[in-house]
């Protein structure tokens, strides 16, 4: 899988953008604030139909416009074709492959790429929600399939949580819901393949993970990832309780329903008395460690750095393996400016087979020459220069 050509209209800071890339490394410079990271940016919305750095799509299309326009010619298995998204600032968004209309969500199906940026740190340091994301995106660009299993989850979570809310509010009795044993069948029956998904993924990435990292740091510190399960807990809060729990057992698949469903029961009136389900994968997390001790609160900066990368690479590695599409398209966003000049060549050569790679950098010399052979060159949102050696 490898990008074409790219053109952008509206979106952020450019009023209009157009970029050829070329197969291998493609290295963007420029100071900062001057649409560097809008251009990856741009990507990484056609293949998971969020940004990296915003919640919102409207702050996606440029001032005083109504939408933004992201279109790139692609290569897949020898294969060109042209992906579209408009992004509307007051009405739903509009998708096309080969100009023809498709439903946004489909996006990821047709394009992969696995973005690195230093907002990933918080993979590590942050609280499970981020980490939740990244699986969930993962999971999509696996099997796109699962872009409506999670959708229709969040639409039967929000449909509970509302009549969670309105039995708190008129007290009504936990024995007189039989509503909610109804959104309880669909929630399990979401749930249950969504977690065993993760868990199946969670396999996948681990020995991915641990040799990107070793490979990252030049280091066996036994990087380890595991699920850590809201069924199997007490209906506590997952964001104070993951790390002290530490990694659970695997749970087989046949198990995972009987279990949420038991889980569901136990927690009612602890739902009942607070308005929202507290158990779920939407309260799940990934636990990740470094010799055996959680990696949140005893990784150093570097440590945390390393592992937030091999998270990534392990990623592409999956992508790469699994994906009909072939290799994703690696982006490393503003990543070698955090990294000695060691760690730089290591990651460079983790990357150098990859069909397509894209950098950002604010300082040319940051990135190793042999990631800069097509180098393009940007100011104030306008592309300046391209040149190929």
Not at 63 to 80: F, K, T
Not at 159 to 175: E, F, G, H, I, W
Not at 206 to 215: K, L, T
Request: aromatic letters at 4%.
């Amino acid at each position: 899988m490898r990008v074409l050509h790219l053109s952008l209209t509206d979106f952020r800071n450019y009023r209009s953008a157009e970029v050829s890339l070329a197969r291998g490394p493609n290295l963007f410079v420029g100071r900062n604030g001057q649409g560097k990271t809008n251009l990856v940016e741009s990507l990484g919305y056609l293949a998971t139909l969020g940004s990296h750095r915003v919640s919102s799509d409207a702050a996606l299309i440029r001032q005083g416009q109504d939408s933004a326009i992201v279109r790139a010619r692609l290569e897949s298995n020898d294969r060109e074709l042209l992906a579209e998204v408009q992004i509307n600032r007051s009405s739903p968004n509009r998708a096309q492959i080969n100009r023809g209309a498709i439903k946004p969500r489909e996006l990821p199906r047709y394009f992969s790429s696995v973005l690195f940026a230093p907002e990933d740190l918080s993979l590590v340091r942050g609280e499970p929600g981020g980490r939740r994301r990244f699986l969930d995106e993962l999971l999509v660009a696996r099997n796109p399939r699962l872009a409506g299993v999670l959708s229709d989850y969040d639409r039967v979570l929000r449909q509970r949580n509302t009549l969670l809310k309105s039995a708190r509010a008129s007290r009504v009795p936990a024995d007189k819901l039989s509503t909610l044993d109804i959104w309880d069948d669909r929630l399990v029956a979401l749930g249950s393949e969504i977690i065993s998904s993760r868990d199946i993924l969670v396999e996948a990435l681990r020995p991915r993970v641990r040799d990107s990292y070793a490979a990252v740091a030049g280091d066996d510190h036994a990087a380890e990832l595991a699920t850590v399960l809201s069924i199997r807990g007490s209906g506590a809060d997952i964001d104070d309780a993951s790390d002290e729990q530490g990694a659970q057992e695997p749970t087989a698949s046949a198990d995972i329903a009987p279990l949420f469903r038991e889980a569901l029961a136990r927690v009612r009136p602890k739902e009942l008395e607070r308005g929202i389900t507290l158990v779920g994968p939407h309260r799940d997390d990934l636990f990740l460690s470094l010799n055996g001790l959680p990696a949140r609160g005893y990784a150093s900066h570097g440590e945390s750095w390393s592992f937030a990368l091999a998270l990534k690479l392990g990623s592409a590695a999956v992508l790469r393996t699994d994906s009909s599409t072939g290799d994703p398209v690696i982006v490393l966003d503003d990543v070698f400016a955090e990294l000695d000049r060691t760690r730089r060549e290591r990651l460079a050569d983790a990357v150098a087979d990859y069909e397509q790679v894209l950098i950002t950098a604010a300082v040319e010399e940051d990135v190793p020459e042999r990631l800069a052979a097509h180098t393009v060159r940007i100011s104030q949102g306008t592309i300046v220069e391209g040149e190929s050696e």
